[in-house]
């Protein structure tokens, strides 16, 4: 088999139309959108939690509680789309009947969805006003319990 270049023009056809639409876009949002800068929106954003205070600080433990819940029904999406692609396959003779392979995967579903229930239960997604209040009276702790390490190690050293 020769190697032809023209046989890759669709890829790079892709790759011009994605970069085409992306450039559009931000020239689109340049035009149209609002330029009212506000203190708030030229804050940086990270992941749910203000920007205040030393890098080095300790995060809530809800965002590593969010972490897993995203690799958990990232899991779910890597395992979901190749059983839908094979799925005619499975159901013939050689693996057995179509209705144990659907039955597996909607177990599969139920124990997922009995997961996020359970999560939603414990209000990992509530981000509302009490819960920035627990976080932050969290981190005030967190802030506490070094600052005493700190003054122990001192200390110590001293």
Not at 35 to 59: I, L, N, Q
Not at 105 to 116: H, K, P, V
């Amino acid at each position: 088999m020769q190697f032809r270049l023209y046989d890759y023009l669709p890829i790079l056809l892709i790759f011009i139309v994605a970069a085409g639409f992306a450039v559009t876009n931000v020239f689109i949002s340049q035009f149209i959108g609002q330029r009212k800068k506000t203190r708030t929106k030229m804050m940086p954003y990270e992941c749910g939690k203000d920007p205040v205070g030393s890098a080095h600080e300790r995060f809530s433990v809800k965002f590593y509680l969010i972490a897993m819940i995203f690799i958990l029904f990232d899991i779910e999406v890597i395992f979901l789309v190749p059983w839908a692609v094979v799925f005619k396959t499975m159901a013939g003779p050689a693996f057995g009947s179509r209705d144990l392979a659907y039955f597996e995967m909607m177990l599969f579903i139920a124990l997922l969805a009995a997961g996020l229930v359970y999560v939603v239960k414990k209000g990992a997604f509530d981000w509302g006003e009490r819960a920035r209040e627990e976080a932050e009276a969290e981190g005030r702790l967190l802030a506490d319990v070094e600052k005493k390490r700190k003054a122990e190690r001192m200390r110590t050293a001293a």
